[in-house]
């Protein structure tokens, strides 16, 4: 089982599970088995490399189940991600000092460009992501003047990737163009900063308005599925919006949607979450709204359909 996104919060606990020299390996791969959980992509390393499947995420380092060893990236970008449209590079490092930008990250300029290259892709496709617990000056200084020159770079902490992986794992619908608006607007944040301080205040008012626009964006979704979950504890066919509000008021993710999408209209957006959704068929009565579960053999014929006309639409037999 990969790491969650979490541990990125809590990551000298993670660490405390590798050897010190191995250490530098796993933050590696925590950030690798991240950024695949956000792009909700097959995670592969060195070990298992599969270049015929074309969207993944590549960690270039390698881990031993049995012998419990783990290898850091050995040249080039720690993680590559075949995302649809565009492409991912990462370069994480857990150095925080002054030797963060001159020891780690000045290389990954060189890759950033030997991908284009070799790849032969298109320059605006290619993000260059750099993850550290802490970014020292020296490194927002020197990829400041980079993305002004056209690098996409996007400078983060842990603590942003863990927001962005969170809002990915609550939203099981994010798409790859909302994740690439975000970069693009990341990029333009590092170019138009003034200041070190100000460029902190901006990544975290940014990814922040992200997650709110993408919350209000998938709502539907995220409502319908967790009233369908909230019903199916209810050993009901008939399940009134009583029995839904009570099972989902101890639920973390549910509440804690509500508090990032704000507003106090529950009801509209479980009623709007379960219909459009096709989940649940709705009988009204005098004394409260009930609903009919949809059999999820049903549900998933209806999907497959969907699935396949769009495949038909892209020219897929």
Same mark, same amino acid.
Not at 106 to 117: A, G, I, M, R
């Given at each position: 089982?990969?790491?969650?996104?979490? !541990?990125?919060?809590?990551?000298?606990?993670?660490?405390?599970?590798?050897?010190?020299?191995?250490?530098?390996?796993a933050?590696?791969?925590?950030?690798a088995?991240?950024i695949s959980?956000?792009?909700?992509?097959?995670?592969q +390393?060195?070990?298992?490399?599969?270049?015929?499947?074309? %969207?993944r995420?590549?960690?270039?380092?390698?881990? !031993?189940?049995?012998?419990?060893t783990?290898?850091?990236? $050995?040249?080039?970008?720690?993680?590559?991600?075949f995302?649809?449209?565009? @492409?991912?590079?990462?370069?994480?490092?857990?150095?925080?000092?002054?030797?963060?930008w001159?020891?780690?990250?000045?290389?990954?300029?060189?890759?950033?460009?030997?991908?284009?290259?070799?790849? !032969?892709? &298109?320059?605006?496709?290619?993000?260059?992501? #750099?993850?550290?617990?802490?970014?020292h000056?020296?490194?927002?200084?020197?990829?400041?003047?980079?993305?002004?020159?056209? @690098? %996409?770079?996007?400078v983060?902490? !842990?603590?942003?990737?863990?927001?962005i992986?969170?809002? +990915?794992?609550?939203?099981?619908?994010?798409?790859?163009?909302?994740?690439c608006?975000?970069?693009?607007?990341?990029?333009?944040?590092?170019r138009?900063?003034?200041?070190? &301080?100000?460029?902190?205040?901006?990544? %975290?008012?940014?990814?922040?308005?992200?997650? +709110?626009?993408?919350?209000k964006?998938?709502?539907?979704?995220?409502?319908?599925?967790?009233?369908?979950?909230?019903?199916?504890? #209810? $050993?009901?066919?008939?399940?009134g919006?009583?029995?839904?509000?009570? %099972?989902?008021?101890?639920?973390?993710?549910?509440? @804690?949607?509500?508090?990032i999408?704000?507003?106090?209209?529950?009801? +509209?957006?479980?009623? &709007?979450?379960?219909?459009?959704?096709?989940?649940?068929?709705?009988?009204?009565?005098p004394?409260?709204?009930?609903?009919?579960? #949809?059999?999820?053999?049903?549900?998933?014929?209806?999907?497959?359909r969907?699935?396949?006309?769009?495949?038909?639409?892209?020219?897929q037999?």
């Amino acid at each position: 089982m990969l790491p969650s996104c979490s !541990n990125l919060i809590n990551f000298q606990r993670y660490l405390e599970r590798y050897a010190r020299n191995d250490q530098p390996a796993a933050y590696e791969y925590l950030v690798a088995c991240t950024i695949s959980q956000i792009f909700f992509l097959p995670f592969q +390393s060195k070990d298992n490399e599969n270049n015929t499947v074309k %969207n993944r995420v590549i960690w270039q380092g390698s881990i !031993n189940g049995g012998s419990r060893t783990i290898s850091k990236a $050995p040249s080039g970008p720690d993680v590559i991600c075949f995302a649809y449209g565009f @492409y991912v590079l990462i370069e994480s490092t857990l150095r925080v000092g002054t030797s963060q930008w001159r020891k780690e990250f000045v290389e990954s300029l060189k890759h950033y460009d030997d991908f284009v290259t070799n790849n !032969n892709v &298109d320059k605006k496709n290619v993000y260059l992501i #750099v993850i550290a617990p802490k970014i020292h000056k020296d490194t927002y200084t020197g990829f400041k003047q980079k993305a002004c020159e056209g @690098y %996409n770079i996007v400078v983060l902490k !842990n603590s942003h990737l863990a927001k962005i992986g969170k809002c +990915s794992g609550i939203i099981s619908t994010i798409r790859h163009l909302d994740l690439c608006k975000l970069f693009a607007d990341l990029v333009k944040i590092l170019r138009e900063s003034v200041t070190f &301080d100000k460029i902190m205040y901006e990544l %975290n008012k940014t990814i922040y308005k992200w997650q +709110s626009d993408v919350f209000k964006q998938e709502k539907a979704v995220f409502f319908g599925l967790k009233a369908y979950e909230a019903m199916k504890k #209810v $050993p009901k066919k008939i399940v009134g919006t009583a029995d839904i509000l009570f %099972n989902l008021e101890r639920d973390r993710k549910f509440n @804690y949607y509500l508090n990032i999408l704000g507003g106090d209209d529950v009801m +509209s957006y479980i009623i &709007d979450g379960l219909l459009s959704e096709k989940l649940a068929y709705l009988i009204t009565t005098p004394y409260e709204d009930l609903f009919c579960k #949809v059999n999820a053999i049903d549900f998933e014929a209806r999907g497959l359909r969907l699935i396949k006309a769009v495949g038909e639409i892209h020219g897929q037999p």
